[in-house]
C-alpha cells in the first residue's frame, strides 16, 4: 500500500509536496491498519482544486516515476525526459521524487533524484524491524549495496548516467528489490495519455479508449454465472468463471439494464488493392440488453458514451481490487455519472469487495463525492503567485483541525476552504464595452 509520495521541480509543482495516505481517523473501517507502521492506511484519496491548479499533475508525476523504473533501461539513450518547474531557473535543477509504501509487511523507501542529463542520486531502503537499512543508493555512478546482496553486483555493468539502477536491479533475481518494483510497477493509470518520445512528451489528459476496453473483454471469456458475486472465496473455482463472474457483477452494479456480455463471429467486407473486395472473419463483441420482453444483444459501439466508459473501466478495477495494488484516476468525474463515481469509491472504501487493500487515487471537480468522502481522504490543489502547484490536506486545512462531523461539499463550495477558481468577471465585460 502506498503511504506516501512526494514530489519537487515537476511541471506546474516547484517546492515540494507531499500526498498521504496515513489515515488521521484510524478508528473508521475504511483505514487499513499497518503493524508494520503502527499506523492506519486509507484505500482512497482525492484531489479537488481549481482548473489549471495543478491536479493533473500529481497523478502524472506517480505515473512518471512508475514510467522511468519500467523504460529507463530501454528507452533512455539520448536524454532523460523529465519536465521540471518552468519558472524561476528550476529547469537547470533535478526534480526530486520520494515514495513510501508497504510490501508484504514490510516498509520500503525510493527516492530519485534526476535531470535530463543524468541521474543525480537514487536511494532504495526498507524497515525490517522499523529500522532504515540500505539496499542500494546511488549518487552519479557510484553503486553501493547492502551486505549480502551480492548477487545485484551486475547491475554496475549495465549503469548509465541515464539508467535508473532500480531498472536494472530489478531484472536479477533479489526478492527485496523484486517485490518493490513489482507492486510499484502494478500501478495503473486512467486518464492520462503517454506521448511516444521516451515516454516524455507530456501526460496529457485524455478519454477512457480502445486499450482499456480490450483490458476488460480478457474477463468475459467463459460461461456466464446465474448468480455472480464479485469475491468467490472457494478455490477449487475455475479462474476463467471466477473472473467472468466478477466482471459480471461490475457490470451489472451500474443498473444500465445489461444483462451479459456475448461474442460472435460477423463477416466483415475490405478492399484489396488487387482483387477488389473481400471478406474476413471478425470476432466481435455485444452487450445484451434486457427488457420486460426479450434480451437484445448490440455493438458495442452503439453503447452510450456512458454505458462504454463503465464497462472499460471495469478491467483495471477488477485487476486493482484483485492484486491489491494501486489505481490512478485522472478527472473521475469527466468519465463517470456521479452516482458510478460514488460507487467506485464504495468498492474500495468496503473490506468486502476491497479485501487486498487495494488503493484508488483520483482528481474531481464533483463536489457532490465529497459526500463519499472522509475528512483525511480529501485533498486541494491552488496555484500561488509564482505558478507553483501547493497541495494541502484538508484534515489539518490551514493548521486548523476540520471537524468530522462538518458538511464538506457545503463547506467547500462556501470558499471555507480555499481551492475554489476566482472568477472574476470585470475584464470580460470591458473587453466587451458591457461596462466603462
Not at 518547474?85 to 527516492?111: C, H, L, Q
Not at 470476432?283 to 420486460?292: D, G, I, P
Request: include cysteine; charged fraction near 25%; aromatic fraction near 8%.
Amino acid at each position: 500500500m502506498l503511504i506516501r509520495f512526494e514530489v519537487e521541480n515537476f511541471r506546474s509543482i516547484c517546492a515540494p509536496v507531499e500526498l498521504s495516505m496515513v489515515a488521521v481517523d484510524g478508528d473508521r473501517a475504511e483505514a487499513r491498519k499497518v503493524p508494520a507502521l503502527g499506523e492506519s492506511l486509507l484505500p482512497v484519496a482525492a484531489i479537488f482544486g481549481p482548473n489549471a491548479s495543478g491536479k493533473s499533475n500529481i497523478i502524472a508525476a506517480l505515473t512518471w516515476l512508475r514510467d522511468a523504473v519500467q523504460h529507463s533501461l530501454r528507452l533512455w539513450d539520448d536524454e532523460i525526459p523529465i519536465e521540471p518547474f518552468a519558472f524561476n531557473g528550476f529547469g537547470t535543477k533535478p526534480s526530486i521524487f520520494e515514495i513510501e509504501s508497504v510490501v508484504d509487511g514490510v516498509r520500503f523507501e525510493y527516492v530519485l533524484h534526476v535531470d535530463q542529463q543524468a541521474v543525480r542520486y537514487e536511494g532504495l531502503f526498507h524497515y525490517p524491524e522499523k529500522k532504515r537499512r540500505r539496499i542500494f543508493e546511488r549518487e552519479g555512478g557510484e553503486l553501493k549495496l547492502q551486505r549480502g546482496l551480492g548477487n545485484l553486483s551486475g547491475t554496475r555493468e549495465l549503469l548509465t548516467d541515464r539508467t535508473l539502477a532500480l531498472s536494472v536491479a530489478r531484472r536479477f533475481d533479489e526478492p527485496l528489490i523484486y517485490g518493490f518494483s513489482r507492486d510499484f510497477l502494478s500501478t495503473q493509470t486512467l486518464g492520462l495519455t503517454r506521448r511516444p518520445r521516451g515516454f516524455g512528451g507530456g501526460y496529457r489528459p485524455s478519454y477512457m479508449g480502445g486499450s482499456f476496453a480490450r483490458s476488460t473483454t480478457r474477463w468475459f471469456q467463459d460461461s456466464a454465472s446465474d448468480e455472480p458475486t464479485l469475491f468467490d472465496t472457494d478455490e477449487s473455482m475455475n479462474s476463467q468463471y471466477e473472473d467472468r463472474s466478477q466482471a459480471l457483477a461490475l457490470l451489472r452494479l451500474a443498473d444500465l439494464g445489461i444483462e451479459d456480455v456475448v461474442f460472435d463471429e460477423s463477416e466483415v467486407s475490405h478492399s484489396d488493392s488487387s482483387d477488389g473486395m473481400r471478406t474476413r472473419t471478425q470476432r466481435r463483441m455485444r452487450l445484451v440488453h434486457k427488457t420486460a420482453d426479450e434480451r437484445v444483444p448490440l455493438d458495442f459501439s452503439a453503447e452510450s458514451e456512458g454505458t462504454r466508459t463503465w464497462f472499460q473501466l471495469i478491467g483495471p478495477v477488477l485487476s486493482a481490487l484483485r492484486s491489491g495494488s494501486l489505481l490512478l484516476f485522472d478527472e473521475l468525474d469527466a468519465s463517470l455519472h456521479p452516482t458510478l463515481s460514488a460507487e467506485l469509491i464504495r468498492l474500495f472504501h468496503d473490506p468486502l469487495t476491497n479485501p487486498r487493500d487495494a488503493q484508488l487515487v483520483f482528481t474531481s471537480h464533483d463536489t457532490s463525492l465529497l459526500n463519499h468522502l472522509n475528512r483525511d481522504e480529501v485533498w486541494l490543489t491552488e496555484k500561488s503567485e509564482a505558478g507553483s502547484t501547493r497541495l494541502g490536506g484538508l484534515a489539518e486545512f490551514a493548521g486548523e483541525r476540520v471537524r468530522k462531523s462538518q458538511n464538506l461539499e457545503n463547506a467547500y463550495l462556501h470558499d471555507r476552504f480555499g481551492a475554489l477558481p476566482d472568477v472574476d468577471r470585470t475584464d470580460l465585460l470591458r473587453t466587451l464595452g458591457l461596462i466603462g
